[in-house]
Each structure stands twice: as C-alpha cells, then as structure tokens.
C-alpha cells in the first residue's frame, strides 16, 4: 500500500489530467471530478484489493461502479495510473474512435469500466446485483460504488437502498458525494436533499460520515472503517462532504465548474496551483 | 394441407415457469428476479427449489433491471421477470443503459405482452414492446408461439451470451408445436409449404395463421405459413424466398403495427425484394377490457382477420 505522501503527489497529478482533459476537448465535467480526486487515488491505490492482471471478470476482487458517470475524467485518470491501461490514452478523452467516451462505457472495451453510467440514478442497482453475485459466488470481496448527491433525486436509488437494506446487502459500501452541488445550483435550492445520512440510516443502513472529502488521510480512514462495518447484516453508506472544483481556486466554491472546460488562460492558472509531481501523460 | 394438433390449450407463461424449472435444475449460473409477480410468471417451482437464486425486488422494477445487470457481473445470468408493460416502457432507460449499452447478460422476461392479458385493460397491456426492444442495439426480440415453444425458448437463451427480450402471454392457448423441440435462435420456422400467399406470423398469432390457411386452401388459395419466433435478429433469408415464391405477404402479430414484425419484414422486402404486404396488428391504438377472445376479434387480430388481409394482398399481386 502506498503512503500517503505518494497518495498526496499522485492526487495533484490526478487533478492535472483531469484539467488537461477538459480542456483539450473543451467540454466535460471537472468540478465533481476535483471534489472526488481525493476519494478515487484512496480506493484504487490504497483501499480496494484489486488483482494484478486486470482480468475484468467480476471475481476474486473488489469491485467498483461509478454511478454518477459523468466524472469520468477522474476516473479514467485514475485507472490509467493504477495501470488498467496505457495513461498516454487519456489524450483521446471524448475524442472520436476513443475508448474513453465522455461518460464510461463497456462498449469500447476500456478496461476498468463494468457498466455504462451517465443517465443517473442507476448505479446503486447495478452494485448491488454485483454485490449478490459475489454472495452466491461465495468471494468474501467486496463492491463499492460513487453517487452525486443531486443524483439521489433520481427515484432509482430509493427502490435501491430499500431493497439493500432489507436484504441485508452488508458487503456493498455506496458512497454519496456531497458537495452540495448540480447543475442548476445548490442541491439545497432545486430539490433539498436534507439530512442524507439520516435517510439511509432510517432505511436501515449503517452510516458513516467524512467530514472533509478533500482530506486524503480521513478519507483513507474513512473508508477503511467504513470497510471494518461490512459483514454485520446492513449495507454501509458514507457520507462525504466534498468541494467542487477542489485544488483550483477559482473553480472553488460554486457550480460553475460542473460541465465546463478551462480556456488555455484558466488552464494554466489551474495547473500553476498543481504542480507536476509524476509526469504528465 | 399439413395439419398441427393442439395438443391441449396452455399458456405461454406456463411454458416459460416450466422452461425455468428445468434451466433451474441445469444451469446453477440462473438465477431469477421478480417484482411481486411470482404467480403470474409461474415461477413458484424455481423459487421453491432454488430459493437462493431468486431475488423478491417488490414493486421496483428499474432497481430490478439494475440489479440483473449487476448480477452478471461474476457470471451469473439473471431472468429479470415481470408483464411486459412494466418490463419494457417502465424501464426503457435502465434497460438501455445497464443491460444494452453495457451489453449484459441479462434475459427480460416479459408475461401478459399484447392485448390477450384482457380484462385489467389498457394500463396493463402493452403493444409497443417489441417496437421499443428491438430497437436497442444488441437486444435479441424472442415471441414464441405456444407452451413447448415458449419453454423451449427459455431454455435456449441461456446458451445465448447477451441481452435477451422474451415475449410471453397469459391466455391459454393451442399448444401444437413439437414437445422437446430445438429452438434455435434467430431460425424461422417453416409451419406449411404454399404457393400463392406468404402468412408470417409471430406469437399468438401464428395458430390463427394456421386455421386461416386451412380455411383458405378449402377456397382454393394456397398458403405458406412461417412462424418468426425471433423477431431480431430477423431471418430475412427465409422471408425472402418465401416471398420471392409467392409474390406477397401477410404478417400478422399481436402488436401494433407501428414497430412490429410487420415493419421488420417490411424493410426486409423493401430493401431486397419489394413484394406487396398486408399488416395484420393493431393500428395505433391502446386497447380496453375484455376476454382475450373479445378483443382479438374487435382489434382485427383472428383467423377472420388474416383472411381478410390475404384477400386483399392477392389483389395487389
């Protein structure tokens, strides 16, 4: 397992991709994908227990589902640095005949991906089945999965975290990224969320909470504790509080950044603040 | 005229509930998911005998299509069951996404399709299924005729690697196809050899099919008769001669005529051998209550109807 420093200079160089991707392509989505660089570099290069050969068939493994797919940038900047293939591909983001469409897809074959995601409120269900299969394949690993906090409005998921928590789902951990943002403003103004860990926990799941999603070390601590709480008959939820656009100041502290790309002046401003720690791709 | 015995009146569904009994027994990788409809999908045995492969979603039928696609994952290969309204339309987007897109494993299995489901009326019935389906890249669109048939389907598609529509009804009908019979995917089926008009016909509406063309060669008119189970992919090869034989059509389907097997066939003719063609379905309606039989009458979709159709096709000859 890597050490946090290591974690800290591959979460920067993470940010870098992700800035670098938008804007060659000028579209895409960096605000949510800044918010959970923090979350991905912890669970792919410190937390999860991933097989060396990339083998993407389901088995022996941890498993992971992106339900709000449209931070793909992070995503793919983070499997292509834990090696599920080659970083310098990062440069066909959203490109033409690319395997990295602008939300994740099986269907070019990238390896990594294990469901489409993208129309929201879809991926707890999926994690869910995969969690299942690994019961009745008797793997004791486990499966993780990343949700907006705008995207809980989706109807989807409620049908979903019933189902889990009455079926004592316990080694599945759905994160929900609460950065208090969507795309036509505060969650809080379009549909008020409330309390989020009050209503999984009033569903029957045990929740936990990381106060500051952009703090590496709690959400290290975070999700291992998260970890120890499976296995005891509830499916677990963390709550992580997260700030859109994080690491780049101007991005900070609204939603602008949501679906919007740095034009080349902005780009440099972002990546002066992110200084190169392992090479560009 | 080759003649076919009902070997006793069953419903499709039956035939599905009793193909799941034995893939139950067969293949461990099945597993089965329903969304508070256990008894109209026969499934009990199944459940009864394998009760941990069998996942009680309640009323939630887009966490269930999720959850099937998830289960794929590790190689299960879930039958995700429910009425072909709520299997279909209710779900399109979870279907399209998580299972199509992301081509899963992941047989639907749809009861109650078409009209025949009778007196619950238009909200439960549904006649745009096979439309929406087979729209969706990579989708296999299955309606078999009868209970061997249905039950013989269920069976075949687990041998098939990906997403899979099967279409099924409630109504106890003929049930005359071969017990134990090969169904292979994708194969027309070529019930009885004619001459003059080419009847292709999917469902419950290939038994009416076959009691028109025995009425029709009484007149004279001589009928071939072919059972499209799969409506995608779409055995255009077999369509083809047929119609290139006969020089016109009549399809017939408890469906709308919008989105059909109709329209398969029709861009089939139309882009290789244009060939006059009469659509027995409905036309662009909702349906209502009634007994199955009440409704196939009023909605032009019986043996009456076919013959009507063929008639008129002969004159465009």
């Given at each position: 397992m890597a050490t946090i420093t290591a974690l800290e200079e591959l979460v920067v160089q993470v940010r870098?991709?992700?800035?670098?991707?938008?804007?060659?392509?000028?579209?895409?989505?960096?605000?949510?994908?800044?918010?959970?660089?923090?979350?991905?570099?912890?669970?792919?290069?410190?937390?999860?227990?991933?097989?060396?050969?990339?083998?993407?068939?389901?088995?022996?493994?941890?498993?992971?589902?992106?339900?709000?797919?449209?931070?793909?940038?992070?995503?793919?900047?983070?499997?292509?640095?834990?090696?599920?293939?080659?970083?310098?591909?990062?440069?066909?983001?959203?490109?033409?005949?690319?395997?990295?469409?602008?939300?994740?897809?099986?269907h070019e074959g990238l390896p990594g991906i294990r469901v489409a995601s993208g129309s929201l409120g879809q991926g707890m269900s999926v994690a869910i089945g995969a969690a299942l299969a690994k019961k009745l394949n008797g793997d004791d690993h486990l499966v993780y999965s990343l949700h907006g906090d705008g995207e809980l409005q989706e109807g989807q998921n409620w049908e979903a975290?019933?189902?889990?928590?009455?079926?004592?789902?316990?080694?599945?951990?759905?994160?929900?990224?609460?950065?208090?943002?969507?795309?036509?403003?505060?969650?809080?103004?379009?549909?008020?969320?409330?309390?989020?860990?009050?209503?999984?926990?009033?569903?029957?799941?045990?929740?936990?909470?990381?106060?500051?999603?952009?703090d590496l070390e709690q959400v290290v601590a975070g999700l291992k504790a998260a970890k120890e709480r499976t296995g005891k008959g509830k499916p677990v939820c963390i709550v992580m509080t997260t700030m859109m656009g994080n690491g780049v100041d101007f991005m900070m502290h609204t939603h602008a950044w949501h679906g919007k790309a740095p034009n080349d002046e902005q780009l440099a401003t972002a990546l002066a603040q992110n200084p190169e720690t392992l090479g560009d791709y | 005229m080759t003649t076919y015995t009902d070997q006793?009146?069953?419903?499709?569904?039956?035939?599905?509930?009793?193909g799941m009994t034995a893939l139950g027994r067969t293949n461990l990788n099945v597993v089965t998911l329903c969304a508070d409809l256990v008894g109209s999908l026969k499934i009990e045995t199944f459940i009864a005998e394998h009760p941990e492969r069998f996942f009680q979603v309640g009323i939630a039928e887009a966490n269930m299509m999720g959850m099937a696609a998830g289960l794929t994952i590790g190689g299960k290969i879930p039958y995700a069951t429910t009425f072909a309204n709520f299997?279909?339309?209710?779900?399109?987007?979870?279907?399209?996404?998580?299972?199509?897109?992301?081509?899963?494993?992941?047989?639907?299995?749809?009861?109650?399709?078409?009209?025949?489901?009778?007196?619950?009326?238009?909200?439960?019935?549904?006649?745009?299924d096979i439309g929406l389906m087979k729209m969706l890249p990579g989708m296999t669109v299955i309606n078999p005729c009868?209970?061997?048939?249905?039950?013989?389907?269920?069976?075949?598609?687990?041998?098939?690697?990906?997403?899979?529509?099967?279409?099924?009804?409630?109504?106890?009908?003929?049930?005359?196809?071969?017990?134990?019979?090969?169904?292979?995917?994708?194969?027309?089926?070529?019930?009885?050899?004619?001459?003059?008009?080419?009847?292709?016909?999917?469902?419950?509406?290939?038994?009416?099919?076959?009691?028109?063309a025995e009425n029709?060669?009484?007149?004279?008119?001589?009928?071939?008769?072919?059972?499209?189970?799969?409506?995608?992919?779409?055995?255009?090869?077999?369509?083809?001669?047929?119609?290139?034989?006969?020089?016109?059509?009549?399809?017939?389907?408890?469906?709308?005529?919008?989105?059909?097997?109709?329209?398969?066939?029709?861009?089939?003719?139309?882009?290789?051998?244009?060939?006059?063609?009469?659509?027995?379905a409905t036309k662009d309606t909702f349906g209502e209550s009634g007994t199955p039989e009440q409704l196939m009458q009023k909605y032009g979709l019986d043996n009456t109807a076919i013959e009507g159709a063929v008639e008129r096709v002969l004159k465009r000859k």
């Open positions: 870098r991709d992700i800035l670098r991707m938008v804007h060659k392509v000028n579209s895409g989505h960096p605000g949510g994908s800044l918010g959970c660089t923090e979350f991905f570099v912890a669970l792919y290069h410190h937390v999860m227990d991933l097989k060396t050969d990339f083998e993407m068939d389901g088995v022996g493994e941890d498993l992971f589902f992106l339900s709000n797919g449209h931070i793909s940038p992070v995503f793919y900047s983070v499997l292509a640095r834990r090696g599920y293939f080659p970083i310098e591909e990062l440069n066909t983001f959203r490109l033409i005949d690319s395997r990295l469409q602008g939300h994740p897809t099986t975290i019933m189902y889990a928590a009455a079926n004592k789902v316990d080694n599945l951990i759905a994160t929900v990224d609460r950065n208090g943002q969507q795309i036509d403003g505060p969650t809080e103004t379009v549909l008020s969320l409330g309390d989020v860990g009050e209503k999984f926990r009033v569903f029957g799941w045990d929740v936990l909470e990381i106060a500051d999603g952009n | 006793g009146k069953q419903d499709t569904r039956s035939g599905f509930g009793a299997a279909t339309g209710r779900v399109y987007d979870q279907i399209r996404q998580s299972i199509a897109y992301s081509h899963k494993n992941v047989k639907i299995c749809a009861s109650h399709a078409g009209i025949t489901l009778g007196e619950d009326g238009a909200t439960h019935q549904i006649l745009e009868d209970f061997n048939q249905t039950k013989a389907a269920t069976m075949a598609i687990a041998e098939h690697y990906g997403p899979v529509y099967l279409r099924f009804g409630r109504p106890k009908v003929a049930n005359f196809t071969p017990v134990d019979q090969n169904f292979e995917i994708g194969k027309a089926v070529l019930l009885h050899p004619g001459t003059d008009v080419t009847l292709i016909a999917t469902g419950h509406l290939v038994w009416p099919s076959l009691i028109a029709l060669e009484n007149r004279g008119i001589s009928c071939e008769v072919i059972n499209i189970h799969t409506i995608k992919p779409l055995d255009e090869a077999a369509i083809l001669a047929s119609a290139k034989k006969t020089g016109c059509v009549v399809t017939a389907e408890e469906h709308n005529y919008l989105g059909g097997l109709g329209e398969s066939v029709a861009r089939t003719l139309a882009q290789h051998a244009p060939t006059p063609q009469e659509f027995v």
